[in-house]
């Protein structure tokens, strides 16, 4: 009895320093499988708990392009609440929270810098690969989503700079989207902030199970527009002078 006891112990404490020693590189694996190939966390160091990585997106070649530079650092004191906590350090910013427990998984004070094409690399949409340029910003203050995925929160985007390679020499302005998610609908606000040869205005309500909502006008000089006319043909777009209004 005692050897049977003593041998519990021995097998509980290794599996703890297992656990606790386990390679940083292991999130590389989970976040692959994750994002069905898309993102990488390449030049990882330390272990799960406390580590540091680069980001990074793979494109069609397999190559590898980094975005950002990632820290983390686990809390012990979350584990009284059974949960598991992390400061999550973003280019040597203010750390934010990513917390898991046995409901979900949440997300506090996190701001991250990407660039548009790889914000947009999810996005079903030919439009989406037209080759954006610019500076994105992201702020997520709170977010929550549960392991069936149904998330609360939001998050906000700066679009600074913003340029598309389908259309070279245009500056199209600088942007703010701004995404309230709730569990019967998720609801995008578009605000131009400096319109230069776009400016788009409106709100997208997409909800599970319905067509998405979307209301936008977008302004700009007159060939853009016409080009934009096309490209977004299967919305249904009504051109009104230097204006072009979808509403479905």
Request: contains cysteine; charged residues 20%; hydrophobic residues 50%.
């Amino acid at each position: 009895m005692k050897f049977a006891t003593g041998a519990a112990i021995f097998c509980a404490g290794l599996g703890v320093l297992l656990v606790a020693s386990a390679p940083a590189v292991l999130l590389d694996a989970g976040l692959d499988r994750a994002s069905a190939g898309r993102f990488r966390l390449a030049l990882t160091a330390g272990t799960l708990w406390n580590g540091q990585g680069r980001l990074a997106s793979a494109d069609s070649s397999a190559s590898l392009s980094p975005i950002t530079r990632l820290r983390w650092e686990f809390e012990p004191s979350a584990l009284a609440s059974v949960r598991l906590r992390w400061r999550l350090a973003i280019d040597g910013g203010t750390p934010g929270i990513l917390e898991i427990g046995p409901g979900g998984v949440a997300l506090q004070r996190l701001a991250l810098q990407l660039p548009p094409a790889v914000a947009l690399a999810a996005v079903p949409h030919a439009i989406a690969r037209a080759g954006w340029r610019g500076v994105l910003d992201v702020n997520v203050p709170a977010l929550a989503c549960t392991w069936s995925g149904r998330c609360e929160g939001g998050l906000q985007a700066e679009w600074s700079a913003a340029g598309v390679d389908i259309l070279p020499g245009q500056a199209l302005g600088d942007h703010r989207m701004v995404a309230t998610i709730t569990a019967p609908a998720t609801t995008l606000e578009i605000t131009a902030l400096r319109g230069l040869a776009l400016a788009v205005n409106g709100k997208v309500e997409l909800a599970r199970g319905r067509r998405p909502r979307v209301e936008l006008e977008i302004g700009g000089n007159a060939p853009l527009l016409g080009r934009l006319e096309g490209m977004l043909a299967e919305l249904r777009p009504t051109r009104d002078g230097e204006r072009i209004q979808i509403r479905f």
